[in-house]
């Protein structure tokens, strides 16, 4: 089984709202991570935990605010968006260790909207 | 300088054809290739990965890399119009974690 599960579906938020995005994966893999996507473009890493511990952020502004509570579940935070940040957000994961290939499965995605 | 380049398409074949996407890398360290078909509106799905120097098929699918040439890519026998879909490439280096994506094909496979 191969499946990363992500809500919500949509969200439509007002710039002084705060909301969270919640992944959750129970393939036992050990690193997690956030990406956003705009369209007709590829995939941007934004985030990467590794063994529940954040090990790669990508520069990414601070109303943006990453969380794992532990190996299966992952959210991120959001406070204060403009509407440039609306997008699909995906999360993905992969096994953390042990292996050459790391390939990342991707939930099915959030598509935020911003107003 | 972009790491991993795909031609955006849209690469049109008939149905029944064989597909062939190509992809090429500037980075000599990555290790891992990936190819992920993409819906519009929906989640990249994971459907051929490869690490070693030549082909691997699954299927309809066989991925082939050229580590010497920094090639990938990715042939379709039989293509089906369901195969019409966005192909990104995408190549791990520096770390196991990260991955770079390519800006992706669009196929587009004529009934």
Known sequence: DTEVTQTPKHLVMGMTNKKSLKCEQHMGHRAMYWYKQKAKKPPELMFVYSYEKLSINESVPSRFSPECPNSSLLNLHLHALQPEDSALYLCASSRGSGTDTYEQYFGPGTRLTVT | ?111
């Open chain 2, 1 to 111: 300088q972009k790491e991993v380049e795909q031609n955006s398409g849209p690469l049109s074949v008939p149905e029944g054809a064989i597909a062939s996407l190509n992809c090429t890398y500037s980075d000599r360290g990555s290790q891992s290739f990936f190819w992920y078909r993409q819906y519009s509106g929906k989640s990249p799905e994971l459907i051929m990965f490869i690490y070693s120097n030549g082909d691997k098929e699954d299927g309809r699918f066989t991925a082939q890399l050229n580590k010497a040439s920094q090639y990938v890519s990715l042939l379709i026998r039989d293509s089906q119009p369901s195969d019409s879909a966005t192909y990104l490439c995408a190549g791990r280096s520096g770390g196991y974690q990260k991955v770079t994506f390519g800006t992706g094909t669009k196929l587009q496979v004529i009934p």
